[in-house]
């Protein structure tokens, strides 16, 4: 199973970016995706998440300016930014989580590559 991140790119502080991820490969289940991000040197953070019974988990940085997505048939999760800040620059990480390929087949965590995001003062 991988995930395949997308949506990335320059804006201008106000405006708006949509990231998408999709996992691919054979999937029984997936719990939960989310997305999280890592600007230059700090850690990386929790950014939002959505499970499968569609209860989704904010950062307090970004509630009320990002929207996720419930997680679709094909497994896509969307991430809508809004009223982007610089400080929303980083690298943003796709995120599954209790993937399992098949009934006795659990994969854990997996991790999409990263995309990123940079906005302009």
């Known amino acids: 199973v991988q995930l395949q991140a997308s949506g990335g790119g320059l804006v201008q502080a106000g405006g708006s970016l949509t990231l998408s991820c999709t996992a691919s490969?054979?999937?029984?289940?997936?719990?939960?995706m989310g997305w999280y991000r890592q600007a230059p040197g700090k850690q990386r953070e929790l950014v939002a998440t959505?499970?499968?019974?569609?209860?989704?988990n904010y950062a307090d940085s970004v509630k009320g300016r990002f929207v996720i997505s419930e997680i679709g048939p094909t497994y896509t999760v969307n991430l809508k930014m809004n009223s982007l800040k610089p400080e929303d620059t980083a690298v943003y990480y796709c995120r599954a989580d209790r993937v399992y390929s098949s009934i006795r087949s659990a994969l854990g965590t997996l991790w999409g590559q990263g995309t990123q995001v940079t906005v302009s003062s």
């Open positions: 490969g054979t999937i029984f289940s997936i719990n939960e």
């Open positions: 959505v499970t499968t019974g569609h209860t989704t």
